[in-house]
């Protein structure tokens, strides 16, 4: 079973940057494609960034410029520079192996004005 589990949420000022790691576990063939989710209330799971083994980034308009995915062996990442107020959600890891989706717990990033 695939656990993930993340770290780096908490409060920044707009402008500010915060750095999300999120550490999987538990397969012993590789983690597939690694990406990053948000949810704000009152609406979807949206996705911020994924990138496969191969290294191919996919980053979403509202982030690109900004946001920035790697990822090294188990570990997936996301820096976030020139946070916006409008960024504010919990922050979702997830991982897609074999047709399946691992979520990990999420984490919070509030960005005050």
């Known amino acids: 079973q695939v656990q993930l589990v993340e770290s780096g949420g908490g409060l920044a000022q707009a402008g500010g940057s915060l750095r999300l790691s999120c550490a999987a576990s538990?397969?012993?063939?590789?983690?597939?494609?690694m990406g990053w989710y948000r949810q704000d209330s009152g609406n979807g799971r949206e996705l911020v960034a994924d990138?496969?083994?191969?290294?191919t980034t996919n980053t979403v308009d509202a982030v690109k410029g900004r946001f920035t995915i790697s990822r090294d062996k188990n570990t997936v990442y996301l820096q976030m520079n020139s946070l916006k107020p409008e960024d504010t959600a919990v922050y979702f890891c997830?991982?897609?192996?074999?047709?399946?989706?691992?979520w990990g717990q999420g984490t919070q990033v509030t960005v005050a004005s």
């Open positions: 997830n991982v897609r192996l074999f047709g399946a989706n691992y």
């Open positions: 538990g397969s012993s063939f590789g983690y597939g494609t």
């Open positions: 990138i496969t083994v191969g290294g």
